[in-house]
Every structure is written in C-alpha cells, then in structure tokens.
C-alpha cells in the first residue's frame, strides 16, 4: 500500500497568534480539497490531524496502480494549494508533501471516528517523517513509490536523506509532474513470441485500407500481458504504410471529461494541449473541423466541443446528435489518411465511452478506420455481449508467452540491463509467462542484486492483489483458503476449512471461470476434485495476504485433511511436515521430515534426504540430546552417500579414457 502525508509549512505557530475561528475558516476549505484531491484518486482520508493529512491508497482495496495514484495526487494538491491562496489572499498557505510505499497492516474494519487506524507499519513511519524533509510546496517519494511510478512520473532526484529511526540514509525523489498520457515501462526492446498476433492485426489493416471496411478488434489480455507492447509494434507497421495511429486512454480517476479517451483523439487532430485556454481551445477545433468538414462545421464543431468539455455555447443537443457529429468527424478524417484509433483500458470506460465505440463500429462506413480497443477481461462482465452483432468485430486474446519466449524475452532484458548470465531461466519460470512481470523481476534482480525468485517487486504484487480485492468476497475466500493448500489444491481440503460450504462448487466454478485456478483432470486423492492456480504468483500474493493467525489455523485443517485422506502418509510427508510446521507444531512436524527422510533415501534421493533431516533436527529442542544424535547420524550417512556417488560418477566418467586398449570392454577397476 501506499501512504500520502501533507502538512502545512508554519501553520502551528501562525495558528497561535489567531482566533480559533479563523483558524477552522482557514482549515476547512484546505482539508476539503484535499479531501477532493485524494478521493478523486481512489485514496482515503485516514485521518486529520492538527494541520496534517494522512491519506491511503491501496486499503481497505487495491488498484494496481496506487503509487501512481498517490504521486498523482500530491501533485495536486501540491497544484491547489496556490489556486485557494488566489481565491483568498489571507490564506497564504504552503505545503510539504511526502508519498511512500511498502507492506503495511491493515484493519478493514477500523472505525475512524473510534480513533482506530486503518493501517499500521513502517511505511507509515518513513512518509510522515519523509514529510518533514519535503520541500516547500513540494512532493517527495521514497524509493519504492519511485520504482512503481518512474514511468509515468517526472522526477528530479536528490541526496538520500536522513530520517529519524533509520540506520542509513533514505533514497528520495521529488516529483516534478505527471507524464502526459501512459509511459510504457521497462526497456524498448524486440517484440517476441507475438507474431501470430501482429499476423492477425496486419491482415486486418490490409483490408481495412484495401476495401475501406472499418473494423473493431478489441485486445484482451491481463495486466502486464503485453496489449500496449504489440499496439506499439502495429502502430510503427501502420506508420510505415502511410496511416496514422491516434491513442486514447480511460483511466480509473482524475477523468475530467465524460468521453475521455475520444477527447484525446480529437485533441490530436486538432493540436489542443490541456494547458490551453478554453477560448483558444475552441478556436482550435472550430479552425480543425472547418478544414476537414466542407458543410455544417460549425454545428459538428459545437457538438464535439460538448462531447470533450468545452464551453462552446449554451446548447444542449441529444445524444444521437453529439454521436453523429462525432461520427462525422472520424469519416472525414480517415477519408484523408487510413487511421488507427486506439482505444486502451477500456475495462475502466465509463458506460458513455463505450456507447460511443459500438457507435462508431455500427455506423462508420466506406472510410480506411481501425478501432482499436485494449482491455482486461473485467470488461466483458459489464458487457457480455461486447462486440456482438457488429458487421467488422474481431476479439484478439493475448496468452502467456510459452516457455521459450519468455525465456527469450527475460534473457534480452537482462541483456540490456547489462545482467546476462543472471537467471533467466528462472525469471521466466517464475513470471510464467506474463511479460511485465517479467521485466519488473528482471529489473529487481539487476538493481538490487537479489534472487529472480525472491521477494516480488510491489509492481506485481500490486497488480495481483488489485485483481484479487476486486474479487466478492466469497470468492476471494476461497482462494485465500486454497493459497493455504499450495500451488495444487483439493475441494476437499477447502471443505474441511469451510465446514462444508454448500456453495462451494458455484465458488469453485466461478474462480475457473476468472481464468484463476484451472481443474485438473486427474487427481492425486482418489474421489477428490483436484484443481491448481493458473500461476504461481497468485497463489503466492494470496498466501501473503492472510495474517499469520489465520495462516496458521488453515495449516492445522490441511493437515488434518491430509492425514486423513492419505493413509500411507509416506506420500504426503513432506507435505504433512510443512503444514504442521506453519500451523506451530513443532513435534508434529519434525516427525513427518523424519519420515520424508527415510523415504528419500530408500529411493537414493541422499541429498534430498540430508535436507530433510536437517529440518527436523531444526525443529528439535536444545534439550533432546538423544533424538538429535541419531538425526545428526542420519544427516551425516546420507550426505556421505552423496559425497561417495558423485565420486563413482565421476570414476566412471574418467576411466575409459585412461584404460589401456586390451582392456576394452571389461570394467574399469
């Protein structure tokens, strides 16, 4: 999660030398646009206090994105606090902003007006004291906040700074402003494992350009699958032959206009900056429409400056007009020149974007157009029949890269972060395919020099549990009860932590339906459903979410299950000794190593073995002098059985080649 803290610079000691009633009159228009600010970000006000604000983003759920929105906030509150010192000149207020970003404890159920938190851990600490070394009227962002946002964020970096309770100097940046429209993330590199897809997209452009047939495809994919990666590549490919790409993006905030990826587009052909003035706006779009529209340009100019948010008069045409002037528009522009226009995270539209979109896939005709819509699969839950009945519809899914793509693909990012020989192979088994996860592993190995499968940058963690927050809560319950199991799972298990959930089955069903966990057709536990998590993180991202308490309850239940679903607990030991050993029975779960040891070593798993019996003897306590030796005896006979077969293989490697020829044939000595 993320934590904003903004307090205002010298107001304990102005507030002195006031009446508290010009003090509250001072405080409440400030605290309510703050308020404002942080809301319209998808963050909540934790708490006031004196002339502070504490704000979160990422709890009680996550986004996927709440770094970004956390910068983006402070930005602007950073910007309105000038814009209320111009409303009333006895203001004169300033600010110091801070945003940071890490692991934190949160209570859902907090009562703010009881005086009770919603979070609580370091990350609260380090932004309030990250705070009062902002500058004036100025945001700082710690090092976390930082990775998350350096792609869509302006930053200008500083010294590391000292903070009261750290051992070392804190990295710190202060942002500058927000980039205009979506930074695409990690490295420009050579598109892989996508070739089928881009086939797809050119034959389609073909011919749309060829035989002036509009079409709308829509990408769909999750997060970090690679929709932008593989639109830049087509867009370059349209360039090339002469079109032209125009973008616009929904966003889950900040939306200042009801149509806003179309409002984009327009501005582009017309060259509106959003720093324009309003009256040189409009003057822009009615100069773009006149030249591109030889009858009624001043009636389709008013329209479309009501669809994107200018002021243009005082008329309030209906919608199939504003839709038709619209419509107008585009057919007289792709005319002139084959246009792509790109519609991303459409999943976040609001219903009025995306009436306008089937619009303009229904009506537009004879004109060189390509809709081009990218979207998560939440999309098709509001709209089931997205695309249906269209005359050109073309629904373009994106999977995981295969296995040799992906380690392709993590091998020439690290190549280009100049980290070759570190763990490809094991970044992309641990990314599974997904190609931002790739990359943001890939980056946290070469800049933190850590383990490709160590700890999760927040940027993957934030995208998973955003998807799992978003999830009702029967669902999200059972997948927290099924993290506990492991990356495979039984119904029967589940049962066992649910007492029998008569839902169940529905729940199940519906989670496979999300494309989260996947049935397996054949099970390990006779009369038992099996099923495994699509990918590994999720299941990863679930366990963590779960409090220790809880963890270790549910661990005592699998057990339980496994025990009695495996009579032959040779089978399950090592599994048994896991989740006794998180569920806080240490006796328990030293026995079962022990056995997991024995039966790795009747089948000459020695090293296997040794690892085992090391954690038992783990687990023992100090006192158990007996039981502890004859583990030690054990752990030493089975990693002498391993030093003595790596030396026979090599003997047996080495001997031909230094026996004498009439020896050949017989075994060495």
Known sequence: MTVLFADLVGFTARAERLDPEDVRAIQTPYFARLRCEIEAFGGTVEKFIGDAVMAVFGA?????????????AALAIRDAVPELNAADPELDLQVRIAVNTGEAIV????????????????????????????????????EETYRCTRGAIEYRPVDPVTLKGKQSPVPAWVAVQASEGRSREGPALRLVGRANELGVLEGIWNRVTGE????????????????????????????????????????PYGETATYGAFAQHVKQVARIFDSDLNSAAWRKLQDAVGSVVEEGGDEIAAHIGTLIGLEANGTEPDREALFYSARRLLEEVAIRQPIVLVFEDIHWADASMLDLLEHFASRVRDVPLLLLALARPELLERRSAWGGGLPGYTALPLEPLTDEHAQEHAAQVLAHMRAQDRGAGEIAGAAE?????????AASLAERATSPVGELPTTIRAIVSARLDALPPGERAVLLDASVVGKVFWRGALEQMNAGQLELARLLDSLEG?????????????GDQQFSFKHVLIRDIAYATLPRPQRRKRHAEVAAFLERATPEIRTAASALAHHWREAGDPGRASEYFVIAGDQAGRG????????????????????????????????AVALAAVVHTTDAELLGRRAPESAPASSAGSLPA
């Open 514 to 526: 999300r494309d989260l966990i996947r049935r397996e057709p054949i099970s390990r536990l006779r």
């Open 212 to 251: 002036n047939r509009p079409h709308l495809v829509t990408i769909f994919g999750p997060a970090g699958i690679g929709k932008t990666r593989l639109t830049d590549e087509f867009a370059s490919l349209v360039e090339i032959r002469g079109g032209r790409t125009l973008r616009g993006r929904s966003v």
């Open 433 to 441: 395919g997904n190609p931002l996860f790739i990359e943001e592993l």
């Open 107 to 142: 209570s859902v159920g907090a009562d703010a007006a009881e005086g009770e938190g919603l979070v609580a851990g370091d990350v609260v600490n380090t932004a309030s004291r990250l705070q009062g070394m902002a500058p004036i009227d100025g945001v700082l962002v710690g």
């Open 604 to 635: 000459w798993a020695k090293y296997e073995a040794a690892g085992f019996y090391h954690e038992a003897l783990a687990l023992l306590p100090e006192d158990d002098l007996e039981r502890r030796r004859d583990l030690m005896r054990r752990q």
């Open 60 to 72: 009680p759920v996550g986004h996927g994105d709440d770094p970004e929105r956390a910068v983006r």
